[in-house]
């Protein structure tokens, strides 16, 4: 509020005496104070230090010919000396207590973020009530400092708190892949499975190539009983990136797309021919990986296949 009311006061205090003397110097001061203002309110001064510069300039001009201005008043500047002094005090009460704040935050952020590394997550969920967050609301990476605390919260099995600060994230950071896919990793193990897809389709809608949410999508959509949606979720994930255990998900989603080829094919599985290993969990694997290294569909091949044994 101070920075604004300066940079309008001086602009003001131009505008006026441009109309009432016409010099081209104040039309150059209010141009000069317009133009710093808006790269001020939008741009990033603190980083370019000529900006600050030019304002100090600029200013000086100003309160110069302000000053030159009353010296025939024979105005005592000493009487305003403690104000003067006292206004930025005062001011800076507030500011070293933000500050001291700040660094308090930063400490208790870096303890949090080792505990972190070390896979303390009781210790790291202490910590995180040790300190408000304030005034160091994200890291340096951009975030959320309560992305963390809801992570402790979550490795510590309070579900409810988790989610509650990863949605606190969400508000700061809409468009952070990974706090949308932790909200919806949340729902899906409370079995809140389109809550949960809701916010992994959030999260590919930003990154459409991101393998966590992707995976997690594919186990929601499974779960919502959509087995060939699941499998082609499943498909790209294998073909980015295949986290642990992938292998163990896709042999439960692909035997479960089997069975449901067998139905529509009204297969008879009683039947002798059958006796092979045509249903045996390794065989339909077998399948899926030879279509998946051929990027053909597992459903035409397993089609393939039945024909094959049919016609034997």
């Given at each position: 509020?101070?920075?604004?009311?300066?940079?309008?006061?001086?602009?003001?205090?131009?505008?006026?005496?441009?109309?009432?003397t016409?010099?081209a110097?104040?039309?150059?001061?209010?141009?000069?104070?317009f133009?710093?203002?808006?790269?001020?309110?939008?741009?990033?001064?603190?980083?370019?230090?000529?900006?600050?510069?030019?304002l100090?300039i600029?200013?000086?001009?100003?309160?110069?010919?302000?000053?030159?201005?009353?010296?025939?008043?024979?105005?005592n500047?000493?009487?305003?000396a403690y104000?003067?002094?006292?206004?930025?005090?005062?001011?800076?009460?507030?500011?070293?207590?933000?500050?001291?704040?700040?660094?308090?935050?930063?400490?208790?952020?870096?303890?949090?973020?080792?505990?972190?590394?070390?896979?303390?997550?009781?210790?790291?969920?202490?910590?995180?009530?040790?300190?408000?967050?304030?005034?160091?609301?994200?890291?340096?990476?951009?975030?959320?400092?309560?992305?963390?605390?809801?992570?402790?919260?979550?490795?510590?099995?309070?579900?409810d708190?988790?989610?509650?600060?990863?949605?606190?994230a969400?508000?700061q950071?809409p468009?952070?892949v990974?706090?949308n896919?932790?909200?919806?990793?949340?729902?899906?193990?409370?079995?809140?499975?389109?809550?949960?897809?809701?916010?992994?389709?959030?999260?590919?809608?930003?990154n459409?190539?991101?393998?966590?949410?992707?995976?997690?999508?594919a186990v929601?959509?499974?779960?919502?009983?959509?087995?060939?949606?699941?499998?082609?979720?499943?498909?790209?994930?294998?073909?980015?990136?295949?986290?642990?255990?992938?292998?163990?998900?896709?042999?439960?989603?692909?035997?479960?797309?089997?069975?449901s080829?067998?139905?529509?094919?009204?297969?008879?599985?009683?039947?002798?021919?059958?006796?092979?290993?045509?249903?045996?969990?390794?065989?339909?694997?077998?399948?899926?990986t030879?279509?998946?290294?051929?990027?053909?569909?597992?459903?035409t091949?397993?089609?393939?296949e039945?024909?094959?044994?049919e016609?034997?």
């Open positions: 509020m101070a920075f604004i009311i300066i940079i309008i006061g001086a602009i003001i205090y131009a505008v006026k005496k441009y109309l009432k016409g010099e110097f104040w039309l150059v001061m209010v141009s000069g104070i133009g710093y203002g808006i790269v001020a309110m939008f741009g990033f001064p603190t980083e370019k230090i000529f900006l600050v510069i030019m100090i600029y200013l000086a001009l100003v309160v110069s010919n302000l000053l030159a201005g009353t010296t025939s008043k024979k105005i500047i000493s009487r305003y104000l003067l002094i006292a206004i930025p005090v005062l001011v800076s009460f507030y500011s070293i207590n933000a500050c001291a704040a700040r660094i308090k935050e930063e400490s208790n952020f870096s303890q949090v973020l080792a505990l972190k590394e070390k896979g303390n997550w009781q210790r790291m969920y202490n910590q995180t009530k040790t300190v408000p967050i304030k005034y160091f609301p994200l890291d340096y990476t951009a975030t959320p400092v309560a992305w963390y605390n809801a992570t402790a919260a979550y490795m510590n099995g309070k579900s708190e988790a989610l509650a600060l990863y949605k606190e969400l508000l950071t468009y952070h990974q706090v896919n932790d909200i919806g990793a949340v729902y899906l193990n409370k079995g809140n499975y389109s809550e949960a897809e809701e916010y992994f389709t959030k999260a590919l809608e930003i459409p190539k991101f393998p966590d949410a992707l995976f997690n999508k929601a959509v499974f779960n919502k009983g959509n087995r060939y949606g699941s499998y082609k979720l499943f498909r790209q994930v294998g073909y980015i990136h295949q986290p642990p255990k992938y292998n163990d998900y896709m042999l439960v989603v692909v035997n479960s797309v089997a069975d080829v067998f139905k529509a094919r009204n297969i008879d599985l009683k039947k002798p021919v059958f006796k092979e290993d045509i249903r045996s969990k390794s065989y339909i694997f077998q399948i899926e030879s279509s998946f290294k051929a990027r053909t569909d597992f459903m091949e397993l089609d393939k039945i024909d094959l044994y016609k034997q």
